[in-house]
């Protein structure tokens, strides 16, 4: 900055070169070297048997937490905490109950937000940072610790029971691109890959893409994305999951040769299952002669939760099914 003839100060005085080719260059190295750290990444994932290994690990590990009714308690510091909370926030829109937790925070009472069967995913780019590394000894010994890292061989990743690799060669490490140590390409890789693990966790937990759609729907009804599913969902055709009697709802089991215990089972329900392998409607029970025997349900046509309503179906009664099990019943 300058001191004009009035004495105010010109501030738009630049410290140092601002020419059109000058800012391009350091713009364009940027963003290369930024696409040379994913492509980087590609490669491990895609070849490196002992990354895909301790990767796998990860996922089956936080798989488990979250089987058993536990949680994915995410810690960084700096700019690895920013990528904390993304990561925390994204988990959550895929119905993976995941929260942030700041490591001082934690040592002045937060650490009460740990509960048994939680998993503690750590994120540092070094593996070394001083403020996780002071609440190591205040984590109970039987939370699993899982460490996101560009420097797996450190002492956070020798104190985990899986490190994921965000590791890249030293010719892509900020202070060898240009000279300061600011997180640009470290940053970009922990959350590449932090990205993947939260979607590679979604399709686990949710095998079935239009179920994961209708999730993340229904936990993001505002702005674009929401309007957006709300749009989808309107012009949607409906599937048999949206239009069937749920079989646990609707259709009561019986045993055949007992009438009070076909009785009990029609109480309230659509359908009556009869030794297992008949179906029959609730209101033929009543005045039921040898005659109305029900539908055999090994003969009965069988279409899937996901497959759009059939409008050639007509006058038929179909069983719904999910992986090869019975979930409902849909009278055309």
């Known amino acids: 900055m300058h001191k004009m003839a009035n004495g105010s100060l010109n501030l738009l005085t630049p410290p140092g070169e601002t020419s059109p080719s000058v800012i391009m260059s350091t713009t364009s190295t940027i963003i290369k070297s930024q696409a040379m750290t994913l492509s980087h990444l590609d490669t491990l994932y895609s ?15 936080m798989h488990n937490s979250l089987l058993s009714g536990g949680k994915i308690v995410l810690v960084g510091m700096g700019k690895s905490g920013k990528i904390a909370d993304k990561l925390c926030a994204t988990m959550n829109s895929l119905c993976i109950h995941a929260t942030t937790l700041h490591p001082c925070d934690a040592l002045h009472g937060d ?3 740990v ?5 503690l995913f750590m994120i540092t780019a070094s593996g070394a940072t001083p403020e996780i590394l002071q609440l190591m000894p205040h984590v109970p010994a039987s939370m699993p ?11 956070l990743g020798h104190m985990s029971a899986a490190v994921v690799s965000a ?4 010719a892509l490490n900020e202070r060898e691109l240009y000279g300061v140590p600011a997180p640009t390409t470290t940053t970009t890789a922990c959350l590449a890959v932090g990205d993947a693990i939260c979607i590679t966790l979604s399709e686990i937990i949710t095998a079935e893409r239009e179920e994961r759609k209708q999730n993340f729907g229904r936990y993001h009804p505002g702005g674009a994305i929401g309007n957006a599913y709300k749009d989808e969902e309107a012009v949607a055709k409906p599937t048999y999951k949206d239009v069937m009697d749920l079989w646990t709802d609707q259709v009561g089991q019986a045993d055949d040769s007992d009438e009070l215990s076909i009785l009990r089972a029609a109480a309230g329900r659509r359908w009556v299952c009869l030794g297992g392998k008949r179906l029959l409607r609730s209101t033929e029970i009543v005045g039921r002669s040898s005659s109305v025997a029900g539908l055999s349900i090994d003969k009965m046509k069988r279409v899937s939760v996901r497959d759009e309503v059939d409008p050639h179906y007509t006058n038929d009664v179909l069983l719904v099914v999910k992986d090869h099990i019975i979930v409902g019943v849909y009278e055309s």
Do not use: E, H, V, W
């Not at 590791?167 to 030293?170: L, Q, T």
């Open 111 to 113: 650490l009460g937000i």
């Open 167 to 170: 590791a890249i060669p030293n």
């Open 115 to 119: 509960r048994p069967g939680d998993i």
């Open 145 to 155: 610790r899982i460490l996101l890292t560009c420097k797996p061989d450190s002492p």
């Open 47 to 61: 070849t490196d048997a002992a990354t895909q290994s301790s990767y796998i690990s990860a996922i089956q590990i």
